[in-house]
């Protein structure tokens, strides 16, 4: 399935009714702005089993995953802003100096305008709605623009929609490159975007020439430690799952793994029991092991295999876009798999011997978006007293943005 670009006549009329919207003061009130979230609450249940249906289609996604991983969370960011909604909006008075009163000092929180949302294909749902939630709670108009690498999510997004807000209010954009293009050349008060880090340089270069706020969520190689005094068990139970999720296509899943050199064969070991435990003898027959989202992203992943030994896994099916979750030895550090985001179900395993090795070859690469660490607690503080990461968790994967 394709779709079809919205053309750039209908864009430009969209952004021309979205600032007059705005202007008109319509989405200031809080009335207006909880009504709204709760709309979109509402749209979100009635919407599930279709949403949960594109992400089967396009990503191989269990509805158990879906709900988990997309809906619950936007529902759940939902009910945040409905219960702290008024507290933001309250204007936070603040001392004056003596020599300007009588005069009174207060913060007053404002809307920067009209939203520009760009979501990637990965979590399709969940990072082109969480930024919305937050648009309409800010008072914002948005302009939403899923990814076309996920078509049917896209299609039923925007249908939810155009459903539930009127278009000068909040709208869909479809297409690709192209419209990104034409989408970061125009003027907005705000730019969220998700994606890539190299996508991410071409963003804030757009928007720099209209001086517009950017927010970018950027992936990255998030590495996992596993040092002595590990539970091993867990560690490679919670890595296997961290690393599986979504067919490892999450910006904050497991991207290597820094071991201590005593454990290695250990948590191979383990680490083919955690994956048996997940998805049984074959995880290509699992209903809850993803595929590859493109062909495209199935040979870029698949060529990774061949740059350390097989230790787990290494099986594919390119028909179906499938790849058997793997770990690798024997890795060149020079080598691509890394150097580059991975993105899928490979994990190249390094080892180190002392904890200083493990955290000096992070620090020398760019920040990761995530840092898992297993072992003594005590220890992992100190690791991420001389680290720097997005976020981080100590002895676990993924819970952090939970």
Same mark, same amino acid.
């Given at each position: 399935?394709?779709?079809?670009?919205?053309?750039?006549?209908?864009?430009?009329?969209?952004?021309?009714?979205?600032?007059?919207?705005?202007?008109?003061?319509?989405?200031?009130?809080?009335a207006f702005r909880r009504t709204m979230l709760r709309r979109l609450d509402a749209a979100l249940a009635n919407w599930e089993k279709r949403l949960c249906?594109?992400?089967?289609?396009?990503?191989?996604?269990?509805?158990?995953?879906?709900?988990?991983?997309?809906?619950?969370?936007?529902?759940?960011?939902?009910?945040?802003?409905? $219960?702290?909604?008024?507290?933001?909006?309250? =204007?936070?008075?603040?001392?004056?100096?003596?020599?300007?009163?009588?005069?009174?000092?207060? @913060?007053?929180?404002q809307p920067l305008g009209q939203a520009l949302i760009v979501a990637p294909w990965n979590y399709p749902v969940q990072?082109?709605?969480?930024?919305?939630?937050?648009?309409?709670?800010?008072?914002?108009?948005?302009?939403?623009?899923?990814?076309?690498?996920?078509?049917?999510?896209?299609?039923?997004?925007?249908?939810?929609?155009?459903?539930?807000?009127?278009?000068?209010?909040?709208?869909?954009?479809?297409?690709?490159?192209?419209?990104?293009?034409?989408?970061?050349?125009?003027?907005?008060?705000?730019?969220?975007?998700?994606?890539?880090?190299?996508?991410?340089?071409?963003?804030?270069?757009?928007?720099?020439?209209?001086?517009?706020?950017?927010?970018?969520?950027?992936?990255?190689?998030?590495?996992?430690?596993?040092?002595?005094?590990?539970?091993?068990?867990?560690?490679?139970? $919670?890595?296997?799952?961290?690393?599986?999720?979504?067919?490892?296509?999450?910006?904050?899943?497991?991207?290597?793994?820094?071991?201590?050199?005593?454990?290695?064969?250990?948590?191979?070991?383990?680490?083919?029991?955690?994956?048996?435990?997940?998805?049984?003898?074959?995880?290509?027959?699992?209903?809850?092991?993803?595929?590859?989202?493109?062909?495209?992203?199935?040979?870029?992943?698949?060529?990774?295999?061949?740059?350390?030994?097989?230790?787990?896994?290494?099986?594919?099916?390119?028909?179906?876009?499938?790849?058997?979750?793997?770990?690798?030895?024997?890795?060149? =550090?020079?080598?691509?798999?890394?150097?580059?985001?991975?993105?899928?179900?490979?994990?190249?395993?390094?080892?180190?011997?002392? @904890?200083?090795?493990?955290?000096?070859?992070?620090?020398?690469?760019?920040?990761?978006?995530?840092?898992?660490?297993?072992?003594?607690?005590?220890?992992?503080?100190?690791?991420?007293?001389?680290?720097?990461?997005?976020?981080?968790?100590?002895?676990?994967?993924?819970?952090?943005?939970?």
């Amino acid at each position: 399935m394709s779709l079809e670009n919205t053309p750039a006549a209908r864009i430009s009329a969209l952004a021309a009714a979205q600032k007059t919207y705005f202007r008109s003061g319509a989405t200031l009130s809080e009335a207006f702005r909880r009504t709204m979230l709760r709309r979109l609450d509402a749209a979100l249940a009635n919407w599930e089993k279709r949403l949960c249906d594109a992400l089967w289609t396009d990503l191989h996604k269990s509805p158990e995953e879906a709900y988990l991983t997309e809906i619950s969370i936007v529902r759940g960011e939902i009910r945040s802003h409905l $219960r702290h909604l008024g507290r933001w909006m309250r =204007p936070a008075p603040r001392p004056t100096p003596l020599k300007l009163l009588p005069a009174k000092s207060r @913060i007053v929180s404002q809307p920067l305008g009209q939203a520009l949302i760009v979501a990637p294909w990965n979590y399709p749902v969940q990072l082109l709605l969480n930024p919305l939630v937050g648009a309409i709670s800010a008072g914002c108009t948005a302009l939403l623009k899923p990814s076309p690498y996920t078509p049917n999510v896209a299609e039923a997004l925007e249908g939810m929609i155009a459903e539930i807000f009127d278009e000068e209010y909040v709208a869909v954009a479809q297409g690709g490159r192209e419209v990104n293009t034409l989408l970061f050349g125009m003027r907005w008060d705000v730019i969220f975007f998700t994606g890539s880090p190299a996508l991410g340089r071409i963003v804030m270069t757009a928007a720099a020439r209209n001086l517009t706020p950017v927010v970018l969520e950027l992936g990255g190689k998030s590495p996992s430690i596993v040092d002595r005094g590990a539970d091993i068990e867990v560690a490679a139970r $919670r890595i296997a799952w961290g690393k599986t999720l979504n067919a490892g296509q999450t910006c904050i899943a497991p991207d290597y793994l820094l071991i201590h050199r005593s454990l290695q064969d250990e948590f191979s070991r383990a680490f083919a029991r955690a994956l048996h435990r997940l998805h049984g003898d074959d995880a290509q027959q699992s209903l809850h092991y993803g595929r590859l989202v493109n062909d495209r992203a199935f040979g870029r992943v698949t060529s990774y295999l061949a740059q350390g030994k097989i230790l787990v896994g290494g099986r594919t099916d390119p028909s179906d876009r499938y790849i058997e979750p793997t770990l690798l030895a024997e890795v060149d =550090p020079g080598a691509p798999v890394m150097q580059e985001e991975i993105f899928g179900p490979v994990l190249p395993m390094l080892p180190f011997d002392d @904890i200083g090795e493990a955290v000096a070859l992070i620090n020398d690469r760019e920040k990761p978006l995530a840092l898992y660490y297993f072992g003594p607690e005590k220890t992992g503080r100190e690791v991420l007293l001389h680290t720097s990461s997005g976020g981080a968790c100590i002895n676990d994967t993924i819970m952090q943005i939970a």
